[in-house]
């Protein structure tokens, strides 16, 4: 693998997400490992019931052709599709890391209904486009359009699967290439699951090429590089990767850039690479007070104020489940940064999530608030923790909630900085990590003295920088 070109990718895909022009195209290899079949799967029996041998095929859409032909029409083709797609496979962590991505649109020559099940499952509402007719029909709050370009299990007899449904594409669903032409200008693309052995790849590339002629961005595609041991000679496997190499270059012709990966194992990696990294500009800041002490009311309102601001500033976006004492600064910090840049867009700024109150049985509310915590830090890579206490019959105790919030955060596997200075649960939290700084820290080990600073009392702007610092660091270590 090209570490620097991979670099390069990660860096600026993260950047299409915070910028909202992010997509994916998506190919048979990424449901291939949920347990779906690929393209020879499909057309084994086919190509079989007309004298073939698929092992011996690669052009697969004329075999589909030559079926059609012999039996005159395509009965057996729509039942294969159906019994092949309709509720087989599972999700695999690919789906689940690009559906939990801020990505808008999604684009696939994949029959089966993967994708759509990956983002109801991360409670998003995907707006699906299977015919031409799908296309002026909007579904409302949708949080993602997911483009079926070769159709659906769903429809088996409009699916494009044969030589005449490819010939008639632009007749048929020509607003499908007009509305890939708008992404592939205005986004920045992820083709994932492709090989060039895929009888889909002719045809959107030659598609792409058509459409967008000079004019075209660069995009990105995911590849697992030629393996000796997938062969039994060498002079095949040399043979091999010298035409993968002359493929890959031209690629180039069509503004995508493959990136070789050693193995299919690479594409979880990378991906992951890619969420960690967006998280890493979303700071949740856990907290909430029905005291201050050891800090005045006016001081700790302007650290909170400070830091949410500044935060903010620097490019970061802020989570927060509005604690008591605690939220409302947080929002006044937002909406200060906010007015200086002459803006009150706060979509990608901060996310609240006021807890569910009202709800009357204890270990209900409970569960509810467990839940509740766990889909806030997912929007998040750096978890700050400040004061940390509430009034009960008995006084003023710690918070459970926070500590709760600490351990969600810490096997999320999220950055967690626990400001010791603002005392209550925040203190015993820095202390704790302190104490294990290498077990929170396990590659970071060089920043245990910023956190140790944050166990000191000092003004309000000096902390906040101290935390900003932290933060920053994290970020460009990610």
């Known amino acids: 693998m090209k570490h620097n070109l991979v670099d390069t990718f990660i860096d600026t895909y993260v950047q299409a997400l915070r910028d909202q022009n992010a997509s994916v195209f998506a190919g048979a290899g990424l449901s291939i490992p949920a347990g779906v079949v690929d393209w020879k799967g499909l057309m084994r029996d086919i190509a079989k019931e007309i004298g073939l041998d698929i092992d011996k095929e690669d052009d697969l859409v004329t075999i589909a052709q030559f079926h059609v032909n012999e039996r005159g029409g395509r009965h057996r083709i729509n039942q294969a599709l159906v019994n092949e797609f309709s509720n087989r496979g599972h999700l695999t962590d690919n789906h689940h890391i690009l559906a939990s991505l801020p990505i808008r649109t999604y684009w696939t020559t994949n029959y089966d209904t993967l994708i759509e099940q990956a983002l109801k499952a991360t409670h998003k509402n995907p707006d699906i486009k299977i015919s031409v007719e799908n296309l002026a029909i909007t579904v409302q709050r949708r949080d993602a359009v997911v483009y079926k370009m070769h159709g659906d299990v769903s429809q088996p007899d409009k699916a494009v699967v044969t030589k005449d449904d490819y010939e008639a594409y632009n007749e048929t669903r020509q607003l499908f290439s007009t509305a890939l032409q708008g992404d592939l200008v205005s986004k920045t693309f992820l083709f994932i699951g492709f090989s060039f052995n895929d009888p889909n790849l002719a045809y959107i590339l030659s598609r792409i ?43 180039r012709r069509y503004g995508i850039i493959g990136l070789l990966v050693d193995k299919y194992e690479d594409y979880t990696t990378i991906l992951s690479r890619i969420s960690q990294k ?5 700071v949740f800041i856990s907290g909430s007070a029905s005291t201050y ?55 990608d700024r901060i996310v609240l999530r006021p807890f569910p109150y009202g709800i009357t049985d204890p270990k209900e509310r409970e569960k509810k608030w467990s839940a509740y915590r766990d889909e806030m830090l997912s929007h998040a890579g750096v978890a700050i923790f400040l004061f940390g206490n509430k ?62 600073d944050l166990g000191k009392m000092d003004s309000p702007n000096k902390v906040v920088a101290r935390i900003i610092e932290f933060v920053k660091k994290l970020q460009s270590s990610a």
């Not at 039994?232 to 043979?239: G, P």
């Open 209 to 251: 090429r058509v459409l967008l002629g000079a004019n075209r961005r660069e995009h990105y595609c995911l590849l697992r590089k030629v393996q000796n041991k997938d062969f039994t000679a060498r002079r095949d496997f040399d043979y091999a990767r010298a035409k993968q190499e002359l493929q890959v270059n031209d690629l």
């Open 278 to 282: 967006y998280k890493m500009a979303r």
């Open 293 to 347: 002490n050891p800090w005045s009311d006016d001081k700790a309102q302007q650290l909170i104020q400070e830091l949410s601001q500044k935060l903010v500033r620097e490019g970061f976006g802020v989570v927060s489940g509005f604690g008591l004492g605690v939220g409302a600064h947080v929002v006044n910090g937002v909406l200060d940064q906010l007015d200086k840049e002459g803006t009150r867009k706060l979509d």
């Open 391 to 452: 009034s009960t019959s008995s006084g003023i105790t710690l918070a459970n909630g926070m500590e709760e919030e600490f351990n969600i955060a810490v096997k999320r596997g999220l950055a967690v900085v626990p400001v010791g200075c603002t005392g209550s649960m925040a203190a015993s939290l820095h202390k704790r990590v302190l104490s294990n700084f290498s077990g929170y820290y396990p590659s970071h080990r060089g920043f245990k003295r910023l956190l140790q």
